[in-house]
């Protein structure tokens, strides 16, 4: 059995991965994560007294506690979801992306390396630092481009998208001239139970579910490539499990669809589950905004390489996935109103 450090695991994607491997007794794991405002450690409550699971709270860019902890645990892989992840928010303040996921992987890469080195022989051989990473690295389609794949070039287009571009290619770097076994994966976006509700999805079901006016960027017909989080943690395993050193792999939904046509679907699924006497139909409350600077126009992957290498494939049909994760954000209303409830500036945040 797989031991690993996952870096970053309160989060949401990080967290899915979490209850996939852990919970269906793939591996083992320590979860460190420095627990920021978008941190759920409720969303891994079903691993409590699990002895395959351990938690620490502490920074990736805390180099002596990363050498310290990976002295004592030896894992078989480092796994990093740690990032600040939200577009708006690197907007108004690239800094803390340029620290997280910039100079903090740069440093836990210090560490990784460091601790690749001590191993001798096989371990040294199977070890992995698999980086998660996003499609917005590779910038902005057209409407009729062909989808992104893992030969796409970088060309990022917000203090976001930038910084996990240049954590990509600190990884592979650090593949290229230390030879530290590296695996680094993109992501179309992602959606699901436990996302922090300034994304799109959850944001709107909040929204709509309190009658609220539900604010969309520019025209609404930005497109996005919509995965399920457990698919893409499925996906993770299967490229963890089977990848060789150096690999990049891209996993996207298959679900590809306007923003607004995301938001009128949720708007349908909050009136047949919450009715509409109250506020009417829910897409009369839909407002267009002044588009975000540097909106990207469409993201879409092909994931034929994970395909055919991995064996891997989404489950999720997006109708009967957005269904199931609308039903799951009115059913635990009181968590989600408890995040809002603290401020997080989430009325700003969120339009697509």
């Known amino acids: ?19 996939h491997v852990v919970g269906g007794g793939r591996c083992r794991a320590v979860n460190l994560d ?8 409720a969303a ?12 620490v709270e502490g920074d990736i860019g805390d180099s002596a506690k990363v050498s310290t902890l990976l002295a004592e645990i030896k894992p078989d892989a480092i796994v990093n979801f740690a990032a600040e992840t939200h577009v708006d928010r690197s907007i108004d303040g690239p800094l803390a992306f340029v620290e997280t996921n910039i100079a903090a992987t740069a ?29 917005e690295v590779f910038g902005t389609l057209g409407f009729d481009d062909a989808p992104f794949t893992e030969a ?8 976001y998208a930038a910084s996990k571009a240049a954590s990509d290619h600190l990884v592979r770097a650090w593949h290229e001239t230390y030879g530290l076994p590296t695996l680094v994966t993109n992501c179309s976006n ?44 499925a996906g993770l395993w299967q490229a963890l499990d089977r990848a060789a050193p150096g690999a990049t792999y891209a996993f996207g939904g298959g679900a590809e669809l306007a923003n607004l046509d995301v938001v009128y679907a949720i708007c349908d699924h909050v009136d047949r589950r919450l009715g509409v ?13 002044p588009d975000r600077p540097g909106h990207d126009l469409r993201y879409a992957i092909d994931a034929a390489k994970a395909k055919a290498e991995l064996g891997w494939a989404p ?13 799951w954000y009115l059913d635990h209303a009181d968590w989600l109103q408890s995040i809002r409830a603290k401020r997080y500036a989430l009325d700003r945040l969120g339009k697509g």
């Open 1 to 19: 059995m797989r031991n690993l450090l996952v870096t970053g695991g309160c989060g949401f994607i990080g967290s899915a991965y979490l209850r």
């Open 34 to 41: 420095k627990l920021t405002y978008a941190a759920n450690p």
């Open 44 to 55: 891994l409550a079903e691993l409590t007294g699990n002895d395959a699971y351990r938690f």
């Open 107 to 135: 440093r836990l890469l210090v560490a990784a390396l460091g601790y690749w080195r001590s191993l001798k022989g096989e371990a040294q051989k199977n070890f992995r630092f698999h980086h998660i990473s996003t499609d």
């Open 152 to 159: 796409s070039s970088y060309a990022p287009n917000s203090p």
């Open 190 to 233: 992602n959606y699901g139970p436990w996302q922090f509700p300034e994304k799109l999805i959850p944001l709107m079901i909040a929204k709509a579910a309190a009658g609220e006016k539900l604010p969309v960027y520019g025209d609404g017909r930005n497109r996005r490539d919509w995965l399920h989080v457990d698919d893409h943690a």
């Open 277 to 289: 006497a109250a506020v009417g139909p829910r897409r009369k409350l839909i407002e267009f905004v």
């Open 315 to 327: 489950r999720y049909r997006f109708a009967d996935g957005l269904a199931a994760t609308v039903d």
